[in-house]
């Protein structure tokens, strides 16, 4: 199976400050998608990452995934009370038949 | 229009009953899953079904059985409830597995076995 540790696990910052989540595989990434929970909500897909290098950017939310494919970066710029929630990265097996989840991250925004 | 949606909501039940929790998607998805989110976030597949193939989680207890009636519809059934089986369950679909297909959650049944 696959394991994806999120780090940091929770992060509290003021309005207007960037912010980065990390996701690290321990194989590598046929894909990583990123989520986002709101509390008590389901989950919201943000972007899907595929090639090594590749990087999307979604309004102020962009997303990396490194050239070796086994980690990817979320990163928040000017944070917003809006962005609080539960960030999760996600991956499929290759077949596609599994589909892995990180440890997820907390984010809360201070306004 | 809600895209998938699942009932109940909340579900609180005693040890040892059966219950079942309902999703429907109105996407035109050849793919639904079952998720089991735990009390520390942890989000874990289940299920995953097309109108070819159910894939089983090798941990998930042969007292979760989903069930389909037809391709917008994903049931899942729990038999014998155990105090373990609280947690929030979602459903999601996909139009196809794997890349490049994400996937469309529904809004969560938060179980409560007392």
């Known amino acids: 199976s696959q394991e994806l540790e999120q780090s940091p696990q929770s992060l509290i910052v003021q309005e207007g400050k960037n912010l980065t989540i990390n996701c690290t595989s321990s194989?590598?990434?046929?894909?990583l998608y990123w989520y986002k929970q709101k509390y008590g909500e389901g989950l919201i897909f943000l972007m899907m990452?595929?090639?090594?290098?590749e990087e999307k950017s979604h309004e102020k939310i962009t997303a990396k995934l490194d050239e070796k494919k086994q980690q990817s970066s979320l990163h928040i710029t000017a944070s917003q009370p809006s962005h609080a929630g539960i960030y999760l990265c996600?991956?499929?097996?290759?077949?596609?038949?599994?589909?892995?989840f990180g440890t997820g991250t907390s984010l809360t925004v201070i306004p | 229009d809600t895209a998938v949606s699942q009932t109940p909501k909340y579900l609180v039940t005693q040890m040892g009953n059966d219950k079942s929790i309902k999703c429907e998607q109105n996407?035109?998805?050849?793919?639904m899953y079952w998720y089991k989110q735990d009390s520390k976030k942890f989000l874990k597949i289940m299920f995953s079904?097309?109108?070819?193939?159910?894939?089983i989680n090798e941990t998930v207890p042969n007292r979760f059985s989903p069930k389909s009636p037809d391709k917008a519809h994903l049931n899942l059934h729990i038999n014998s409830l155990e105090l373990g089986d609280s947690a929030v369950y979602f459903c999601?679909?996909?139009?196809?597995?794997?890349?490049?297909?994400?996937?469309?959650f529904g809004p969560g049944t938060r179980l409560t076995v007392t």
């Open positions: 079904y097309n109108n070819k193939e159910l894939i």
């Open positions: 999601a679909s996909s139009q196809a597995r794997g890349i490049p297909y994400e996937q469309y």
């Open positions: 996600g991956a499929p097996s290759l077949n596609g038949n599994q589909f892995y």
């Open positions: 996407l035109g998805h050849d793919t």
């Open positions: 194989k590598t990434l046929y894909g």
């Open positions: 990452l595929q090639k090594g290098g």
